[in-house]
């Protein structure tokens, strides 16, 4: 019987782990510097053309307010019907040497707090350095008004010849930079105006802007 004694023991071979992990954590780590560094670059080159074009704020403003049509009906003693059409001509100037591209504008014109009627002015793209004319028309189409509202409303118009309205809207604005769209920013507009029926023109005009930072 043969003696165990003095017998060897054969160990496996050592086999080294692979490095294939400790790649992979390399070329991810480099990656993620690479991309962190052209992000970096993109900033600074973005920051650095902002700086150099200086933008403005570009003015977005009521210019003209007219009557097209205005007609009263008082169909029972305690309400009237109204009915009517407004032709606005806002002037938008684009002092930036880069171009603009406004959203779609939705606007409501009030009469003491009564909603008359709404306009929407599609979108548009205005070139650096110019200026245009936008229409919107707001058709109201036989709102109702209770006789106070309309007695003050037909008082307004054939005796003072002086209705005041108030028009409320928003504008969106984006700041076009090499084929690139800024950000959307919300403009409010708030407009106190007062018309004259007869002469179916504007008289008075008051308009607050808020929102618009670029």
């Known amino acids: 019987m ?3 004694r003095g017998a060897t023991h054969s160990r496996p071979p050592y086999i080294p782990r692979s490095s294939s992990s400790a790649s992979f954590k390399g070329c991810c780590c ?3 510097l690479l991309f962190s560094f052209l992000a970096l670059l993109i900033l600074a080159v973005v920051l650095v053309v ?3 074009l200086k933008p403005k704020k570009p003015q977005f403003d009521l210019q003209q307010v007219g009557i097209q049509y205005m007609n009263i009906t008082t169909p029972n003693p305690t309400a009237a019907s109204l009915s009517l059409n407004i032709r606005m001509i806002f002037t938008a100037v684009n002092p930036n040497k880069v171009g603009i591209k406004y959203g779609e504008s939705r606007f409501t014109v009030m009469y003491r707090g009564i909603p008359l009627g709404r306009a929407s002015i599609p979108g548009f793209f205005q070139d650096p350095h110019s200026q245009r004319q936008v229409d919107a028309t707001i058709a109201v189409d036989r709102v109702s008004l209770l006789q106070a509202d ?3 409303l037909i008082r307004d118009a054939s005796l003072n010849d002086r209705v005041e309205l108030r028009i409320l809207g928003d504008v969106a604005a984006k700041i076009r930079l090499l084929s690139f769209d800024s950000p959307g920013v919300q403009v ?5 105006i007062v018309i004259s029926p007869r002469k179916q023109s504007l008289t008075y005009k008051q308009c607050g802007f808020d929102g618009l930072n670029v």
């Open 50 to 52: 902002v700086l150099a």
């Open 2 to 4: 043969p003696s165990s």
């Open 188 to 192: 409010s507009v708030d407009c106190a």
């Open 30 to 32: 480099c990656l993620f």
């Open 150 to 152: 309309a007695a003050d």
